[in-house]
């Protein structure tokens, strides 16, 4: 698998982003921060600017170090902010 995102975790990130589950926070030199609203967690994702890459302290990204569905979730929001 390496770090292939499977299709049902990326359709799982987009409907938590057109349900409005995803919320910018903060933005920093270095970082954006992000909330997401999940099933029974919140969760908090962190896009690393210099590193041009997304974390997550939810027990699927954490444990298995794979893309998870709040990261997909924030990266579409940060496009979509782009691009306005
Ligand atoms: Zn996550």
């Given amino acids: 698998m390496g770090d292939k995102i499977s299709r049902e975790v990326r359709k799982k990130g987009y409907l938590l982003f057109r349900e409005g ?3 910018k926070e903060l933005e920093t030199d270095k970082r954006v921060h992000f909330k997401v609203f ?3 967690d919140t969760y908090s994702v962190i ?3 210099e590193r041009n890459e997304f974390s ?3 027990r699927f990204s954490t444990l298995k170090q794979k893309i998870c569905s709040h990261v997909i979730a924030s990266e579409i929001l940060l496009k ?3 691009k306005r």
């Fill in 21 to 23: 589950k995803v919320k």
């Fill in 38 to 40: 999940g099933e029974t």
């Fill in 47 to 49: 896009f690393d600017k």
């Fill in 56 to 58: 997550c302290d939810c």
């Fill in 80 to 82: 979509e902010k782009l």
